[in-house]
């Protein structure tokens, strides 16, 4: 299993706007093969600093979410909003 952390700045004051963008991707990745888990969480007290918690069965599974016309379509529609991402992978060990 491989777990991807993603840690996305929004412009300021535009959190819930990506909120909104968010809930319509997560369904549909969540259904996507080899996704485990895709889940955004909110920084308590700086309400623009998010992070996503995604798990994946393999590397292929992480290469198919990345070229979905879904997430893809996300990642335009969301581009005027983000100001800052660090995605990092971390494997499973024990």
């Given at each position: 299993m491989i777990v991807v952390s993603a840690m996305i700045t929004i412009a300021e004051g535009k959190g819930d706007e990506y909120i909104a963008h968010f809930a319509k991707l997560a369904p549909t990745?969540?259904?996507?093969?080899?996704?485990?888990?895709?889940v955004l969480h909110?920084?308590?007290?700086?309400?623009?600093?998010?992070f996503v918690?995604?798990?994946?069965?393999?590397?292929a599974a992480i290469k198919l979410h990345s070229s979905t016309p879904h997430f893809l379509a996300h990642?335009?529609?969301?581009?005027?909003?983000?100001?800052g991402r660090d995605v990092r992978r971390w494997q499973e060990t024990v």
């Open positions: 990745v969540r259904t996507d093969p080899g996704c485990l888990t895709y909110r920084m308590i007290g700086s309400p623009d600093k998010f918690f995604e798990q994946y069965e393999d590397e990642r335009q529609a969301t581009a005027h909003l983000v100001t």
